[in-house]
Nanobody
Framework: QVPLVESGGGLVQAGGSLRLSCAAS????????MGWFRQAPGKQRELVAAITSDGNTDYADSVKGRFTISRDGPKNTVYLQMNNVKPEDTAVYHC???????????????WGQGTQVTVSS
């Protein structure tokens, strides 16, 4: 098990910024991918951004140029810096962990509990 502890959600105005954090305690998997998915009401959960243990990143087209994912290796913590947020970014954001590469919805090994992000117009 790799418990994921998230923090940083909340209410922000459109155009503002927010940073999410996710700590993977007890991680012993050297090769891994961590990322963020989000799920808005009535919509499917979608991948927002992912980062591998060797630093490769991937972003959804809808957030490219606005969101940045990074990680602190020794602390097994991943961050999602959200800039110029839009009302359509409103969703529950879930941290995800995969033992290996290729993080997609069907390959997630562990989930965080989710944190609400609400963007007001």
């Amino acid at each position: 098990q790799v418990p994921l502890v998230e923090s940083g959600g909340g209410l922000v105005q459109a155009g503002g910024s927010l940073r999410l954090s996710c700590a993977a305690s007890g991680n012993r998997f050297t090769i891994n991918t961590m990322g963020w998915f989000r799920q808005a009401p009535g919509k499917q959960r979608e991948l927002v951004a992912a980062i591998t243990s060797d630093g490769n990143t991937d972003y959804a087209d809808s957030v490219k140029g606005r969101f940045t994912i990074s990680r602190d290796g020794p602390k097994n913590t991943v961050y999602l810096q959200m800039n110029n947020v839009k009302p359509e970014d409103t969703a529950v954001y879930h941290c995800a962990f995969r033992r290996g590469f290729n993080l997609v919805l069907s390959t997630v090994d562990y989930w965080g509990q989710g944190t609400q992000v609400t963007v007001s117009s």
